[in-house]
C-alpha cells in the first residue's frame, strides 16, 4: 500500500476528530428544532394529530389515541434533548428510531396509494389531491434527518452538551 492511500484515513480521522464535535452542534440545531416544531404544531390540536395517525392505517385503532396523543410531547422532549446535549447517544438513537418509522410511515401510504398530508407539522393528514407527489421530498427530508440522527449517535461527543457537565471527558488515545 502506497504512503498517500494510508495517509487518507489519518487526515480523514484527523479532520472528524477536529470538526465533528463542533459540526455536531449545527446537526443537534437542525435535528432539535425540527423536532420542537413538528411537536408544537401538532400540540396546538391533539384531535388533529391523533386523526393524522390514524389515516395512515397502520396502527390498531387501540393505539392510536395514544400515539398520536403522546407523539408531539415526545417530539418535543427529544427536540429539547437534542438542543440541550442531554443524553445524546440515546437521544439520537431514540431520533433516528422515530425518523424512521415516519419514513416507512410515508412510503407505506405512498405503496398503498394513500392521498393523505403526512402530519409531520401538525394538519390532520386528511385526504389532499395530488398527495403522492410530496412523499418523495418527505421521505428526502426525513433520510436527512435520520442520517443527522445517526452521525451524533455514532460521531465524536459534541461539543457545549449538558453532557460535558454531567459526563466527564476521557480522552483516549489510539
Not at 12 to 31: N, Q, Y
Not at 33 to 43: E, F, N
Amino acid at each position: 500500500m502506497s504512503a498517500a492511500a494510508t495517509a487518507q484515513p489519518s487526515k480523514l480521522a484527523a479532520f472528524v476528530r477536529t470538526w465533528w464535535p463542533w459540526l455536531s452542534i449545527a446537526a443537534r440545531l437542525v435535528v432539535g428544532l425540527v423536532w420542537i416544531a413538528a411537536g408544537l404544531l401538532k400540540l396546538h390540536d391533539i384531535a388533529d394529530s391523533v386523526r393524522s395517525v390514524r389515516n395512515f392505517q397502520i396502527l390498531p385503532e387501540w393505539m392510536v389515541p395514544t400515539v398520536g396523543t403522546g407523539l408531539p410531547v415526545f417530539e418535543v422532549v427529544i427536540g429539547a434533548m437534542l438542543i440541550g446535549g442531554f443524553a445524546l447517544r440515546l437521544t439520537g438513537t431514540l431520533s433516528a428510531l422515530l425518523q424512521l418509522a415516519f419514513i416507512i410511515g410515508i412510503a407505506s401510504a405512498w405503496a398503498r396509494g394513500l392521498q393523505i398530508e403526512c402530519g409531520c407539522f401538525g394538519g390532520s393528514g386528511s385526504l389532499v389531491q395530488n398527495a403522492s407527489a410530496k412523499y418523495p421530498w418527505e421521505i428526502a427530508r426525513d433520510c436527512g434527518l435520520f442520517i443527522l440522527s445517526v452521525l451524533l449517535v455514532v460521531g465524536p461527543r459534541s461539543r457545549l452538551a449538558l453532557d460535558d457537565l454531567l459526563l466527564p471527558r476521557v480522552d483516549v488515545e489510539r
